[in-house]
């Protein structure tokens, strides 16, 4: 039972006409001796014009409308509650103040046999009442039911009966002493109070202003390696017990080869599913029991294992960690498993619109063959998934996930000095060695506009997406591109989405994104449209871009309000273990300074209406977009004509139709 050690208090207001007052103690759990003298006492209490808090709240000094007290039963601990419902306009502290006036003097007086007997003759006849039903709310099916429930019993019943048979005052008195004291729980009700508006003194004309934004402050870290060569990036915060660690590795997406598309994924979702040591269930019921959490992935240029753990229990989970990276066995039949899985998945993109457009859209970017020619997902097609083997896992694995090149980032309630030794203790043994290089080349821009079609018979709406190639981020200012986006279609005040949604209601939304990406990065405007409305949607989406590069670049209130937007919602984006991780991890993967973000509130305030226009000229190229529609043929094929743009049909796969 929690029992509490001192007083809570809680007062609301609500829209209600009385005040109220609710008193309540944790007791002992149903069925226990105590429990059934608890609930003779809130009989003696309140139950009755002659018991108590009736007698004296209500009859004596009407101070109160109406009072209660009960046991709220439960199997593993009750509440002892008593109700006061002040009259309308009195004085809930003179109710509650009488209410303990009666708690004492039931401390110090006790209860009389009188009372006792009242209340015990009260509830056997009330029992018998109920046993007259057999059932509905009540009758003899409820109560055996429920001593059933509780004890296993049926006729626990008698216990009871027997235990309030036998019972004395004294009984009663004493578990007023021991359960009904200071540790209460106290709750008061008002009623809303009447408000007017302050006419005087305020000035209404103009908004309140705003003080100074809390000045924004990266956390510091530190740079370190490894004895077999893994890089080390460790930042301490003293904010929560926690310890947030991710491992990156170069591998991702990109390092699948033609013919194994989706391994990389793969062979990291499979990680996880059983060691030397360890079976799936085992690694996921030892975690748990720490409180840890464990992930294995992959995105375009990185595979990855991370793990949080309560800083208490960072060694065990540091155990289990570096037994997933370092003895994974790949289970045939978690594989078997996780293949039916996979699949299932890529069936379901292949039947979800803007899944089937994300699927083919890097082929049509970057070009068949491109390392980052693969679906968005990276989850693979169904020939080469079926196809995969355990070998093929354990050859993915040996030649990419090496120390060398690997970037490890720490953050949480640890000193490095603590760290480090146990990272070796771990890690020590994991065989240095470099995974093989990458050939991600650059691709020239389009020289003209292609429509892709993927027919969907019977949607009536239809995916639009167009697309080009931005440049890597270490060839652009990526903080006014990041601004420049905004502007143009990543916020809900974006230009593009006030067009097609706000203005033109075609829409549920509509936008721009530019994926993450280590070299050529997509930069994509999207939307779902009514059918009817796909051609219009097209030309506005087009007008946008090239207004935008050319005849009405931003503004100087876009860059304003956007620039505040930027700045002032760092101040929260950093709050957790997680968020800095993420940070840091955008640090590894791009390559960028590594005063990036110390840096980066005073870059966003310092931008310049000529920076985003380059920003703008350097990602946006309408003149060679590849576009995607994903809708029904029959009934935008022949408006897209209209436009003059090639278009070729294709199917699920990207392949392009005769």
């Known amino acids: 039972t929690a029992k509490m050690n001192a007083s809570l208090r809680l007062v609301a207001e609500d829209r209600v006409p009385q005040s109220k007052i609710i008193k309540s103690w944790n007791?002992?759990?149903?069925?226990?001796?105590?429990?059934?003298?608890?609930?003779l006492l809130s009989d003696?209490?309140?139950?009755?014009?002659?018991?108590?808090?009736?007698?004296?709240?209500?009859?004596?000094d009407k101070i109160a409308t109406e009072v209660y007290a009960y046991v709220d039963a439960r199997e593993i601990g009750s509440q002892f509650v008593i109700e006061a419902t002040v009259k309308p306009g009195g004085d809930l502290k003179a109710v509650e103040k009488a209410i303990d006036e009666e708690l004492e003097r039931l401390h110090k007086d006790g209860v009389t046999q009188q009372e006792l007997d009242r209340?015990?003759?009260?509830f056997f006849a009330n029992f018998t009442r109920q046993a007259e039903r057999i059932g509905g709310f009540g009758g003899k099916s409820d109560l055996l039911a429920q001593f059933q429930v509780y004890y296993g019993d049926p006729s626990y019943y008698k216990v009871v009966h027997q235990r309030i048979l036998d019972a004395k005052p004294s009984d009663l008195s004493a578990v007023a002493k021991s359960w009904i004291d200071d540790g209460q729980f106290v709750l008061e009700i008002h009623p809303y109070p009447e408000l007017n508006a302050n006419t005087e003194g305020v000035n209404r004309s103009a908004m309140p202003e705003l003080g100074n934004p809390p000045t924004v402050k990266f956390p510091e870290f530190i740079k370190d390696k490894l004895s077999n060569g893994?890089?080390?990036?460790?930042?301490?915060?003293?904010s929560v017990p926690l310890v947030s660690v991710y491992l990156s590795m170069n591998a991702g997406y990109s390092s699948d080869k033609a013919g194994k598309e989706g391994l990389a994924s793969f062979t990291m979702n499979m990680l996880d599913e059983g060691t030397k040591t360890r079976n799936s269930l085992q690694i996921s019921e030892e975690l748990s029991a720490?409180?840890?959490n464990m992930s294995t992935g992959a995105n375009l240029d990185a595979s990855f294992i991370s793990f949080s753990s309560l800083n208490s229990n960072l060694d065990k989970t540091l155990e289990i960690f570096s037994d997933v990276l370092l003895h994974p066995t790949f289970p045939q039949s978690e594989l078997d498993r996780l293949k039916k899985e996979r699949l299932a998945g890529i069936q379901q993109e292949k039947v979800t619109p803007i899944q089937m457009a994300l699927r083919v859209f890097p082929t049509m970017l970057y070009g068949k063959g491109h390392s980052y020619a693969v679906p968005f997902s990276g989850s693979g097609y169904e020939n080469t998934v079926s196809a995969f083997t355990r070998n093929d896992?354990?050859?993915?694995?040996?030649?990419w996930l090496k120390p060398g090149g690997a970037k490890l980032i720490i953050v949480g309630d640890i000193s490095w000095n603590e760290m480090k030794p146990k990272l070796e203790k771990y890690l020590s043994s994991w065989k240095s060695g470099t995974p093989p290089k990458k050939n991600i080349t650059d691709v020239p821009l389009k020289d003209k506009p292609v429509i892709y079609v993927m027919d969907r018979p019977g949607s009536q709406q239809s995916v639009v997406f167009a697309g080009n190639l931005a440049p890597a981020y270490a060839k652009t200012d990526n903080v006014a591109v990041e601004v420049?986006?905004?502007?143009?279609?990543g916020n809900f005040t974006s230009r593009i989405n006030m067009n097609i949604r706000e203005d033109k209601h075609w829409s549920y939304g509509a936008g721009s994104v530019i994926f993450d990406a280590a070299a050529q990065r997509p930069f994509l405007v999207y939307t779902f449209v009514q059918s009817d409305k796909t051609t219009e949607t097209i030309k506005e989406i087009v007008r946008e871009l090239e207004e935008y590069t050319s005849t009405r670049p931003i503004t100087e209130t876009e860059l304003e309000t956007n620039k505040l937007n930027q700045s002032l919602s760092l101040a929260g984006s950093w709050e957790t273990n997680g968020a800095v991780l993420g940070s840091l991890s955008q640090?590894?993967?791009?390559?960028?300074?590594?005063?990036?973000y110390a840096k980066y509130s005073s870059r966003v305030n310092s931008l310049s209406i000529d920076e985003i226009k380059t920003a703008a000229s350097q990602v946006i190229h309408t003149k060679g977009l590849s576009w995607i529609v994903v809708g029904d043929y029959a009934k935008v094929g022949e408006s897209l004509k209209q436009i003059g743009y090639e278009i070729k049909m294709i199917d699920l796969d990207g392949k392009i139709l005769e």
């Open 27 to 39: 007791v002992p759990e149903w069925g226990s001796k105590d429990h059934t003298y608890l609930d």
């Open 44 to 60: 003696v209490m309140a139950v009755g014009k002659v018991s108590r808090l009736y007698k004296r709240l209500v009859y004596d």
């Open 119 to 122: 209340v015990r003759n009260q």
């Open 230 to 238: 893994v890089e080390v990036i460790f930042a301490e915060r003293k």
């Open 290 to 292: 720490l409180g840890s």
């Open 393 to 399: 896992l354990e050859t993915h694995y040996n030649e």
């Open 484 to 489: 420049m986006n905004a502007v143009i279609g």
């Open 587 to 596: 640090l590894v993967r791009f390559n960028l300074p590594d005063d990036y």
